[in-house]
């Protein structure tokens, strides 16, 4: 069945249908705005995520299921970066009326499962025709303990820069379908599956070990860049401690210039953070414990210092990788 034989409400019915709910939610999905309660103590973090297909997903690339958990995993992304714990799910959804009912499910499947994965609850959201392409637009809301919200702002001269997982997986991944090829499963799943490192965000935040964060969706040249901003300080990264996934390893053997993905490839979704130098071996055991391991890549330096990087020489050289902007190419 196609959608323009449903209709908008009945659309609305089958989400809300397959709705839960949670604590704090008064009212949810099928009234004019959702009533819900935060926590006492706790305040309020709101995100918003626009995708738009051919710009940020294909939907010959990605299953719509994918699709749908991807739009919610960005946003939890946010929430981690802020050390919240994620709670309230908006989606609005434009497509056109000749998509298949079937492929609407399996994209409001994906985003029930990544909802309910980390804890958040789908309250509301808006629906409307497109004249062609998907736009969806995801808004989450997380709560955090006041005053433990971690921000970019935070980062002084001798903290650690420490980051989670591998980089440049996401983008090369993407890079080898542009090239017509086909990345290993694994690799094809660093990108249309990533993971919101949600524990590891909360777990840094609420020990009070992050004096700055953000998640990693530009490429580390790029959102390194804004805490350096936010912070007023500089920063070194060493080339041979940046994390790399085995299958990226073995590409770059054979083209260093991929390295550049690990740098300002985007969409990694790991979390980067500045620690105190002498509380590293802390944020370390908070990454174990989550079972997201934590790489030190460098340390935060002076302001006017900008952001350098350092090779296996020992050279210094300012980092000119540019992560992704939609404006400038
Ligand atoms: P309005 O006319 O006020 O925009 P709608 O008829 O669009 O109201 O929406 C009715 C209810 O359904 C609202 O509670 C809204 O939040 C919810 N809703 C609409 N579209 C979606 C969607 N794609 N996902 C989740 N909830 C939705
Ligand atoms: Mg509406």
């Not at 958990?69 to 994620?86: C, E, F, H, Q, T």
């Not at 789908?122 to 998907?134: E, I, Y």
């Not at 524990?199 to 390194?224: F, N, P, Q, V």
Request: proline fraction near 6%; charge should be negative.
């Amino acid at each position: 069945m196609r959608l323009s034989e449903l209709g908008e409400f009945r659309l609305i019915d089958a989400i809300r249908a397959r709705t839960g709910t949670a604590a704090g939610v008064h009212r949810g999905i099928g009234d004019d705005a959702a009533e819900l309660e935060l926590p006492p103590g706790h305040r309020l973090l709101t995100s918003t995520d626009l995708l738009l297909e051919d710009v940020h997903f294909r939907l010959d690339w990605t299953s719509a299921f994918d699709l749908g958990r991807k739009a919610v995993a960005v946003n939890l992304s946010d929430i981690a970066a802020m050390g919240g714990a994620p709670r309230f799910l908006y989606v609005g959804l434009a497509c056109s009326g000749a998509t298949e009912v079937a492929q609407l499910e399996a994209f409001v499947d994906g985003v029930l499962t990544e909802a309910a994965e980390h804890g958040a609850v789908l309250v509301g959201g808006d629906t409307c025709r497109s004249p062609g392409p998907w736009i969806i637009s995801v808004t989450i809301e997380g709560t955090a303990p006041a005053g433990k919200a971690v921000g970019r702002d935070g980062a002084r001269p001798g903290d650690a820069v420490l980051v989670s997982g591998t980089l440049g997986d996401s983008a090369l991944a993407l890079a080898l379908w542009q090239q017509g090829l086909t990345p290993e499963p694994w690799l094809a799943e660093r990108h249309t599956r990533p993971v919101p490192r949600v524990a590891l965000g909360r777990g840094l935040a609420e020990a009070g070990l992050a004096t700055a964060m953000i998640d990693l969706s530009d490429g580390i040249a790029s959102d390194l860049e804004h805490i350096l901003q936010a912070s007023g300080v500089g920063a070194e990264i060493r080339r041979a401690a940046v994390p790399l996934s085995p299958p990226f390893r073995a590409r770059l053997e054979r083209q260093p210039e991929l390295f550049d993905l690990a740098l300002g490839g985007g969409e990694d979704y790991e979390l980067l953070c500045t620690v105190p130098a002498a509380r590293v071996a802390e944020a370390l055991a908070v990454g174990e414990r989550c079972g997201v391991p934590l790489s030190a890549v460098g340390a935060i330096t002076p302001a006017g210092t900008g952001l350098q990087l350092r090779d296996d020489a020992g050279t210094v050289r300012p980092l000119r990788v540019r992560g992704y902007d939609h404006f400038c190419r």
